[in-house]
């Protein structure tokens, strides 16, 4: 089973642009509660260092279920200690003429990053 905890709709597509499956957005968001500090400036840029303190939302590790997510969850859910075994991220991104994302030519393994 793979459910989408992405904002929005994750349509998968063939090479003719055919929607093979759509994973509509779970209830609820996963959120990341962090805390930065200010490291230096590049220029006028500050650059800040991230440290993740908790993953809000984001289901425990359960076998056979899979969860699409964004990458700054993948992140934290590594710095935190949490499995990623179970994340995957959407990939190749297809968009229409005007530039409108339509969806995705598969899921990428957060393990593969």
Known sequence: MIKNYL???C???????????TYQPEEGAI???AESVLREHIGVVPIF????????????YEEGVFYIVKP???RAA???????DDLFLP????????????GFRGLASARDL
């Open 78 to 84: 590594k710095d935190l200690g949490r499995t990623i």
């Open 91 to 102: 990939a190749f991104p297809v968009t229409d003429d005007e530039g409108a994302l339509i």
């Open 49 to 60: 260092q991230i440290a993740f303190s908790q993953i809000v939302g984001l289901p425990s």
């Open 31 to 33: 959120e990341i509660e």
């Open 7 to 9: 904002s929005h709709v």
């Open 11 to 21: 349509s998968i597509l063939d090479d003719n642009d055919e929607i093979l499956t």
């Open 72 to 74: 700054i969850v993948v």
